[in-house]
């Protein structure tokens, strides 16, 4: 099948993106010539450390937080595990329940599981058929015990924005710490974290064209935490460890960008989402489009496609040129179907057909247009070799015959 075109097209931007060559320029002098230890007081550490706090100012504007509640780690996993193992093991004596939904990241759940194993109780409140955390279902999982609930902004397969404003209320009308998992919606939603209401929130530069290996945990002032990385000073004496200077002036400037473009950015990549998710459904028969149909991510493409493995569809993609995914980037070497869409109620032989396509600033009408026209030869192909729609083909043959 002829299906290559000059050059590659990316769509998988949830799983990461390409690095911004403005942050790129940003960086490079602290990769080279200002290469000081931002600990130290001579004058090259001195502009080390210059550059992590203007990159802090750039962090926090983007969220609408102050400098001070900005700590910086190696990226979202660890701003997870941070902020759930930190808030649980200082709260415990005041209780010991956390609170999270079925479909949150991995670095979140088995961040829970490790703390199931130290005594904490973990309540997993389910969703619905879009995606959805239900508040209600939030408040009543709420005890006296109940020290952290940890939702994410927005679910990083399926796409579905949470409402996550009244769930922090409801949460700290219950006297709860509220985390937000917000590796997905950084840079690509407007976040104020005063609006939202939480106390913690993760984010990764990877995720908004900055470089991979570093991210930052927000933190609200008075928030009870323990620290992560025991050693030197750094980050206030909360996350020990030396400044990775280049790879923090990167988030800033990716943080400063964002902030600057997002406006222009984000409704041409809507346009984007929904010409492509118009396409498949025009194009393609027996799909399922996955995720809330308007409370969703501006970038993200879900679907399920019955009679054929999502990990077919990707490698005959990936033969045309074309980048995508069949659920999250940290999964998809696991034949395991999406933990999310179990949780979403689809059937396990569906859910391995899912195909997620994210958008990003790169891309182009030409690009999906390209899409649009490989893809559903694909399915097909695909389909062809299928036992189960063979069948599926002569039961509705034999039933448009007899009616």
């Known amino acids: 099948m002829e299906c290559m075109m000059d050059e ?32 130290q007081l001579y004058a090259l550490g001195a502009q080390a450390k210059q550059a992590v706090e203007k990159a802090r100012e750039q962090v926090a504007a983007l969220i609408g937080a102050k400098p001070s509640e900005i700590f910086f780690t190696s990226g979202g996993t660890e701003s997870d595990n941070w902020a759930l193992s930190g808030v649980a093991h200082s709260s415990e004596q005041r209780g010991n329940q956390i609170i999270t939904s079925q479909i949150e990241h991995e670095a979140v759940l088995k961040s829970a599981k490790s703390l199931e194993k130290h005594g904490f109780r973990v309540t997993y409140v389910p969703v619905d058929e879009h995606g959805l955390v239900d508040p209600g279902d939030v408040r009543k999982a709420l005890t006296d ?9 927005a679910n990083n397969e399926v796409g579905t924005i949470e409402p996550i404003k009244e769930i922090a209320k409801i949460a700290k009308d219950g006297g709860a710490y509220v985390h937000v998992d917000a590796v997905q919606t950084t840079g690509s939603i407007p976040i104020d974290v005063d609006e939202i209401g939480c106390d913690l929130l993760s ?31 750094q980050e206030s004496g909360r996350r020990a460890g030396t400044h990775n200077t280049p790879g923090i002036v990167g988030l800033g400037e990716a943080s400063r960008l964002a902030q600057l473009e997002l406006g222009a950015a984000q409704p041409r990549i809507t346009a984007l989402r929904d010409r492509l998710t118009k396409g498949i459904i025009e194009k393609i028969d027996g799909v399922k489009y996955n995720g809330h149909p308007t409370e969703r991510l501006p970038n993200n ?9 999502g990990e077919a569809i990707l490698l005959m993609l990936d033969a045309c040129g074309i980048c ?12 395991d179907p999406s933990h999310v869409l ?43 070799m299928s036992p189960t729609y063979r069948e599926h083909k ?8 007899a009616s």
Not at 10 to 39: C, E, I, W
Not at 145 to 153: A, F
Not at 211 to 222: D, E, H, I, N, T
């Open 203 to 233: 984010m990764s530069a990877h995720k908004f064209y900055g470089p991979k290996g570093v991210g930052a945990l927000y933190m609200r002032r008075r928030t009870k935490i323990g620290t992560f990385m025991n050693g030197g000073g």
């Open 301 to 309: 493409v879900n679907f399920c496609l019955h009679w054929a493995e």
């Open 342 to 384: 179990l949780a979403m109620g689809i059937p396990a032989e569906i859910a391995h057909g899912s195909l997620r396509f994210t958008l990003g600033k790169g891309n182009t009408e030409e690009e999906v247009d390209f899409v649009l026209e490989v893809l559903p030869k694909i399915v097909q192909r695909i389909r062809d």
């Open 145 to 153: 015990q109940t020290v952290l609930v940890s939702i994410m902004h």
């Open 324 to 335: 995508a995914s069949s659920g999250s980037a940290c999964t998809s070497g696991s034949l």
């Open 8 to 39: 590659l097209i990316y769509m998988d931007h949830a799983g990461t993106t390409k690095l911004d060559p403005r942050v790129l320029d940003a960086m490079m002098p602290y990769l080279t010539q200002a290469f000081g230890n931002a600990s």
């Open 394 to 401: 002569k039961s509705h043959a034999a039933h448009a015959a």
